[in-house]
């Protein structure tokens, strides 16, 4: 199985800040990484797919990048509504598998 | 609006088999080029993706799951299932279904259900 690892596991930030998340694939997986915002006691939210197209609905100053092995979830400017934990998730093999996850938390 | 809603026993004994259904309105499972899916997340910890089935009756489960797991799907009643056997502590995790939409040659996950707690305890 294809391992994700991302890293900060948690980070904390201020309202306003630019934030950066990364996710490595201990394979090649081309683009085929996606990425998910979930709030406490919620399922989790479909935001970028394809590593970089932003699902319909999703605010622009969420992006992603990369390609292969490592990823990136940028929030440009984070909003209070953004405090949550992101996960990536791989489909370019089966079984499909998700990072660990990175909690944003209110500095 | 596809909606999805789990809906099962929250409490299940060692050793029984887990049983959960989710019932999808706003779209039809029948209608093809979806893959319907059950994803689980312990307490306090990240998503595992349990199997999916498309709506044909076709399925594919992680291999660390795959000996305990059946996936079933019910068109006439718009729901799929999971059974989960032989269940112990370790299965104690809140249970999503999802949908699965291809991304490549495996799906990702464009909606979700609320989510279900399922304990395991005697």
């Known amino acids: 199985a294809i391992r994700i690892t991302q890293s900060p596991s948690s980070l904390s930030a201020s309202t306003g800040d630019r934030v950066t998340i990364t996710c490595r694939a201990s394979?090649?997986?081309?683009?085929?990484l996606a990425w998910y915002q979930q709030k406490p006691g919620k399922a989790p939210k479909l935001l970028i797919y394809?590593?970089?197209t932003l699902q319909s609905g999703v605010p622009s100053r969420f992006s992603g990048s990369g390609s292969g092995t490592d990823f990136t979830l940028t929030i440009s400017c984070l909003q209070s509504e953004d405090f949550a934990t992101y996960y990536c998730?791989?489909?370019?093999?089966?079984?499909?598998?998700f990072g660990g996850g990175t909690k944003v938390e209110i500095k | 609006q596809v909606q999805l809603q789990e809906s099962g026993p929250g409490l299940v004994k060692p050793s029984q088999t887990l049983s959960l259904t989710c019932t999808v309105s706003?779209?039809?499972?029948?209608?093809?080029?979806?893959?319907w899916s059950w994803i689980r997340q312990h307490p306090g910890k990240g998503l595992e993706w349990i199997g999916y089935?498309?709506?044909?009756?076709?399925?594919y489960y992680n291999p660390s799951l795959k000996s305990r797991v059946t996936i079933s799907v019910d068109t006439s009643k718009n729901q799929f299932s999971l059974k989960l056997s032989s269940v112990t502590a370790a299965d104690t995790a809140v249970y999503y279904c999802?949908?699965?939409?291809?991304?490549?040659?495996?799906?990702?996950?464009?909606?979700w259900g609320q989510g279900t707690l399922v304990t395991v305890s005697s």
């Open positions: 999802a949908r699965g939409v291809l991304g490549s040659g495996w799906p990702l996950f464009d909606y």
């Open positions: 706003g779209g039809s499972i029948s209608s093809g080029g979806y893959y």
């Open positions: 089935i498309y709506y044909s009756g076709s399925t």
């Open positions: 394979q090649g997986i081309s683009s085929y």
């Open positions: 394809a590593a970089s």
């Open positions: 998730q791989q489909y370019y093999s089966y079984p499909l598998t």
